[in-house]
Each structure stands twice: as C-alpha cells, then as structure tokens.
C-alpha cells in the first residue's frame, strides 16, 4: 500500500510538470503585430516566446522595403504558433497549400543588444530577414510549386541590434518570415520562436540538443537489450515486440525535435522525415499493443487484439505508401485511434492491478503517465490547441524506466523461484535414501489400502449381482403386467369407439333437411372419444324443437348420461306432446330425479344436465326458448342479444324453481347460437387464462357477415390460435348455429 502512495505522489507531480511545462519561459503576448520587450533585461538571461498576434499576408512574398508604405498592403492577423488553415482572406476560407508573410515588429530599448533568434519548424520552407538584414533561408521560397523545395530544419540566428542617434528611448524591431508550402495539407508556424541574448538562446540550445541525445541514448540502449534478450529467451514475444516499440522511437528522435537527421543527412526529402514523425507516432501504437497481448495473453482478449493489430497496421501502410497530403489530411483519425487504444490499454492495465496481476501495477503507472497523458499533451500541441513541446520522447523514458523496473522484479521473482528450486533439489540429494524409505513405506501402506478396498468391492459386486438379478426379474413380471394392461386398454378404447358410433347414430344428422332453416352448423369437438355434450333435434307439426346439452361429466359417465337425456327428451315431446320449452324442461328434471332416485338426500348422486332447449314456430317466427343454467344468443344487424337462462340444472337443486319460456319475434336472417361452456372455458392465450364470455360474444359478432360454414371454420381456427400448442382441451366443445 505504501509503494501503490508513493506511486500517486510520482502521478500529481508529474502532471504538475507537464501542466506548467511552459514557465521556464518569460511570458509576453503580441498583440495586432507588436510585442513589448522593452521592459526585459536580456541580460538576466530571459528567453522570449514570440506568441500572439502576427501580422499576416496571404498570397504575397514581401520584403522590407514592401512596408515602406504599410497603408497599401491589406493585412490581416494570425495566432504564432499555429495553422493558418481555415483564417478568412478577402471573405473567402484560405487552404494550407500556398505561400504567404508573417510580420512582427518587436519594441525594445533603444541600446545595443547581442541577441538572436532561434525558430524550429515551419511548413515548409522559409526565408527570415530581421529588420532590413535577410539571415536565414531554408529550403526554397516561391509562389509556384515548381521553383519551390521544402525541408523540416531547426535553425538559430545570432545578430546586434545597434543603439540609434536619436533621442527616441525605444525601437521597433521588424521580424519578416516568407513562407512557401506546397505539400504538408496544413500550413504552419508549428512551434513557439524563441528570442533572448545570444548567450541564452546557445545554452538553451545546447541543453536541448544534449538532452535529445540522452534520450536517444537510452532507447538505443533499451533497444539492443531487449533485443539480447529476445534471442536468448525466444519465446518470449513480449521482449521482441517491445524492442520494436524502442527501435521505433530512438528513429523518432533521430527525426524530431533538434532534427539531428538533417544534421546527418542535409538534403533528406521533407517527405522521408514527416513519414518518420508520423509512422513513430501512430505506428507504433501497433506494437505497444503487441507487446501488452504477449505479456498478459491470459487476459488480453484475442478479438481486440486483432482488431487493434488490423487498424494500426492499415495506419501504418497509409503512411508509408501514399504522400502527406493524404496521410496528413486525416490526422484526427489517427489522433482518435491513438489516444482511445492509449486509453483501453490503461483501463486493462488498472483491471488487472485490481486482481493483483504481477506487474500490472507499475506497467498501469508507466503507461498511464509516460503514453496516455504525454499523447494527449502531444495531440493538443500538435493541434497547436496548447503551447508546450513535444513530449513523447520524455514519456517513453519514463516507461522504460518502469518497463526495467518490471523486468527487474521478474527477474528477482525468477531468481528467488530457482533459489528455492536449488535449496529443495539439495535438500531431496542429501536425504534421498530417506526420502525413497519413507515414500516406499507409503507406498506399501496404499497397497494394503488398495487390496482392503478391491475385497470390498468383491463383496459389494456380488450384492450388486444379486440385485440386478432381482430387478431382472421384476422387468419380466412389470412387463407382463404391461402387456396386459395394454390389451385391456385396447380392449376398453374399442368399446367406447364403438360406443362413439352409437351416440353419433342416436343425435340426429338426417333430420336438419327437413328444417326450414335457411343455413347451419354444428361445431362439436369431444374431449374424448365419447361426448357429454349432445344436441337434439326434432320437428313436431310447426314447431322445430332444438336442445344443446351439456351432461355431467364428460367421456363414457358423459356419454351415458347423453343417451339418457336424448331418451328423456323423445318420451316428453313425442309421447306427451309437450311443445313448449318451459315446460319440457320441467318434465325433464322430473324424470332425471326419478330415474337416478334423487330424494334430497346428502348421499344423492347430483348427475344431470345443463340444457338450452328452443321451440321455433315455424308459421308465425316465433322463438320460444328457455334453459337450465346454459343461455342462447340471437345476433341481428351485427348487434347481439343474449336469452338468459334459469340458475337451476336438470337434477335435484336445492332451491328448485319452475322453469319458464321466453316469446321472442324472429326475423329473415336473424342467427341463433345455441352452446354449451366448453368453447368458453377453453385455456390458453398469452396469460394462460380462460376464452371467457366476453371473447365469445365479440366473435360472434366479428364474423357475422360471413355464412354459417365460414362462421364454422373461423370458430375453428380461433379454438386453435387461442389453445396453441402449448395446452389441452378441458370439456367437451358444442355450438350450434342457425340462420332463419
């Protein structure tokens, strides 16, 4: 816990650094093309950034004798450093391709003063004259792309500023850039130009240039011995992927910062060293991820790993094979994709610091701070959104040093392990006959074990045996049993499908032709082979009797009790010639109490029927309809009525009442539905819940337009959309329909 504090401590004062980066500086601003130095004594060893407001003039390559008369020359202003990409010229949105001047008059004390003037890179080429004195040309300035020659160079002017015979206490000092580019797609004064004595400006110099050949030592270094490393442990890829990171960057500062390259090479190609500055840059990102899958492969996973690989080396190819026209057009791209897998590669780290992976903690530390934060101050400089410098070369040291910091705890882990290892293999040399009597003595003991435990196993075999034995013979007496079963099932299923036969014999089918019905139909689906929900139907002079009954239970107790009520009903209408429905009903329950002794008595059995019956006078259309417990719907002009039943079945009931029939007029295409409540108590749906009343009710009337098949067949279909797959049929299903 303590080194994870002191860690954070490195985190805040590191920040701290890169934040106040800049106030090694003196800090002064130009302001509409003019600074004010006249109050800084160069002598106390002050060195200047020449920010701010600069006069700029596009499209035109002026010299000093062109400001002799300034009122003549439209300027406008820019931001130094920064891109002139995207400033308005003459009302129009100017490009990073063309040629243009920058001028800065900068007021100091009218003495003489040794001082210089020290500038890093410009896209792409220049010329710098400081007042009237031209001291600087690199590269090739022209206003046509074929006179012109761009080059990336650092350079420092030393110059005397002589004091003037007038009495004037101050001086204007003009500075005047020409700048020409034709190939970087953003034109730029990228980094601050720096003005102090010559003697600081040649320290400053010197400090930069010694401490870039530092760094490039040390990633030298870090390179070849990785590199060792690698050919001695092949296996570990994580040592070759991070020599290529560091190869990558000591080439990067060959190319950056003091631009020691063209030192080395004075006429290299603009083009080679942008490639370089770009392909270290967001090439490398490739081989940091790389590196990090081979070190934590366990952890890393595999899909992103190819993602990332597959990204960045598309980058990389986009650098190297096309100009920096196109690679440099899309510079945020790569600005997204560095800093989002910079960021992806912290959080993994801080994940696996959370499990105490070994060594996640300081890789967490080294990238965190010496990648994540370094690129984002990079990208934002690079932008010229802030004012710093270039700082990658700083943090990959930093993570080096972390990096050997891992490296070294591994290597003391590995070597504490063989430590161990050489102690434990001394230790079982010195006591090997011991250690051979001891395991010998253990090895006898698990013999005798072992032969205990085979005899138990021999015992326990032969009661296995024995079981098996008897469960063999309980399969032959289960299947026996089975096999009769199986025929008295048979038996009895033929029965009652012959008992099917002679119900569907006595329900009447034939005699719907002699009705003067205009359509019908009778949906009935039995639960089981046999039915307790049946139907009669009989013509009588006028009159066309019609019953929907549903019996008490349903299969063979149903279909016994439906030939007893169709017996029931035949000796009431035929023999006694009872027509109305009322009173048809009422000989009814009297003759079911009879038949099956219902007395009122606890014991009594309570079979019997609930039972729609209609009476149609078929001269005068005229319904006469009552029921026991089931009610009819008449449905006219898709508007449905509902007949009421009386709240008493056909069998004994505690509170019998008379049952009474209702006069109803009919009319040409009225539809009667006459049913029992299997339809409706059908389950299923979404919620597993009954069809219910009201869905009945609302079908009825929804295919009322259709004919009495149709009507039939949309019932149909309803009962299977409505049950699924999923549930049964729970009764017996009858529902007939009729139009007049």
């Known amino acids: 816990m303590i080194f994870k504090q002191k860690i954070l401590v490195i985190i805040f004062f590191t920040f701290y650094f890169f934040a106040n980066i800049n106030i090694i500086f003196a800090q002064k601003v130009a302001e509409k093309g003019i600074i004010d130095l006249s109050n800084i004594d160069f002598e106390q060893n002050k060195v200047i950034a020449l920010n701010g407001d600069w006069e700029f003039y ?175 442990r092949r296996k570990e890829m994580s040592l070759l992927f991070f020599a290529l990171t560091a190869l990558v960057y000591f080439v990067r500062g060959l190319a950056t910062n003091e631009r020691i390259i063209v030192d080395w090479f004075p006429h290299i190609n603009f083009e080679i060293i942008n490639t370089i500055e770009y392909f270290s840059s967001y090439g490398s990102i490739t081989f940091f991820v790389l590196f990090f899958a081979s070190l934590y492969k366990q952890y890393f996973p595999k899909i992103l790993k190819i993602i990332l690989v597959s990204i960045g080396t598309f980058i990389m190819a986009i650098i190297i094979f096309t100009p920096v026209k196109i690679y440099g057009s899309i510079k945020l791209f790569y600005d997204l994709f560095t800093l989002g897998t910079t960021i992806y590669l912290s959080v993994f780290l801080l994940i696996l610091t959370f499990k105490n992976v070994n060594g996640a903690f300081l890789a967490f530390i080294g990238i965190f701070i010496g990648m994540f934060a370094v690129i984002i101050n990079d990208i934002l400089y690079s932008m010229t959104i802030i004012q710093s410098i270039y700082l990658l070369p700083y943090g990959f040291v930093f993570y080096i040093f972390v990096q050997s910091i891992v490296l070294a705890r591994n290597f003391s882990h590995t070597y504490t392990q063989i430590e161990e290892l050489t102690i434990m293999l001394d230790y079982q040399n010195k006591n090997l006959e011991e250690i051979v009597t001891k395991r010998t003595a253990e090895i006898s003991l698990q013999k005798e074990e072992i032969l205990t435990q085979k005899e138990q196993l021999e015992v326990y075999n032969e009661k296995m045996q024995i079981q098996n034995y008897e469960i063999y013979e309980k399969n032959i007496e289960i299947t026996e049993q ?170 004994i009931y505690l509170k019998e009442r008379q049952f009474e029939t209702h006069e109803f007029e009919l009319l040409q295409n009225d539809n009667i539905y006459m049913f029992s409540d299997g339809f409706i108590d059908l389950i299923g749906g979404e919620r597993n819940e009954k069809f219910k009343t009201k869905r009945f009710k609302d079908l009825l009337i929804k295919i009322y337009d259709n004919n009495l098949s149709s009507q039939k067949q949309l019932i149909e279909e309803t009962k299977i959309n409505w049950m699924s797959k999923d549930y049964e049929q729970v009764d017996d299903i009858l529902i007939i329909g009729i139009k007049i």
């Not at 000093?64 to 010229?89: A, R």
């Not at 040629?99 to 080429?125: F, G, P, W």
């Not at 401490?211 to 011995?225: A, D, H, K, R």
């Not at 009895?492 to 139909?521: C, E, G, K």
Request: with cysteine.
């Open 482 to 651: 089975r096999d009769i079963l199986q025929k008295a099932n048979k038996h009895v299923t033929a029965s009652i499908t012959y008992a099917s036969r002679i119900q569907q014999a006595i329900i009447p089918s034939d005699v719907w032709a002699d009705t003067t019905f205009a359509d019908h139909f009778v949906f009935w689906k039995p639960k089981d082979i046999v039915s307790g929900d049946f139907f009669w139907l009989k013509i009588f002079g006028k009159y066309t009797i019609i019953a929907v009954a549903d019996s008490t239970g349903h299969g063979v107790p149903g279909a016994f009790m439906s030939m007893l009520g169709i017996s029931i009903l035949n000796d009431i209408v035929t023999y006694r010639n009872a027509k109305m429905p009322g009173q048809v009903l009422n000989e009814m329950r009297h003759a079911v109490k009879k038949l099956l002794n219902q007395k009122g008595d606890s014991t009594d059995q309570k079979d019997g029927f609930d039972i729609s019956l209609c009476s149609i006078d078929n001269v005068i259309n005229t319904l006469y309809y009552s029921g026991a417990n089931l009610p009819i719907y008449l449905t006219r002009n898709k508007e449905l009525t509902e007949f009421k039943p009386n709240r008493n079945p056909i069998s």
């Open 58 to 232: 596009w499209k035109q390559l002026l010299e000093p004798e062109d400001f002799v008369n300034i009122d003549s020359i439209g300027k406008n202003y820019v931001k130094v450093p920064g891109i002139w990409n995207g400033e308005i010229v003459d009302n129009e949105e100017i490009s990073g391709i063309g040629y243009c001047t920058y001028r800065l008059n900068i007021k100091l004390l009218n003495k003489e003063q040794n001082l210089a003037i020290n500038i890093r890179d410009i896209s792409l080429s220049y010329k710098l004259w400081i007042g009237d004195k031209l001291v600087a040309e690199i590269g090739k300035v022209s206003d046509k792309k074929e006179n012109y020659f761009g080059i990336y160079k650092t350079s420092t002017r030393f110059f005397t500023v002589n004091k003037l015979d007038s009495s004037e206490k101050f001086i204007y000092l003009p500075v005047i850039l020409q700048i020409a580019n034709f190939e970087h797609p953003r034109g730029a004064i990228w980094d601050e130009i720096y003005f102090g004595s010559q003697e600081q400006i040649g320290k400053d110099n010197k400090n930069k240039l010694i401490i870039n050949f530092i760094i490039i030592g040390i990633v030298l270094i870090m390179t070849l011995y990785h590199f060792g490393l690698f050919l001695m």
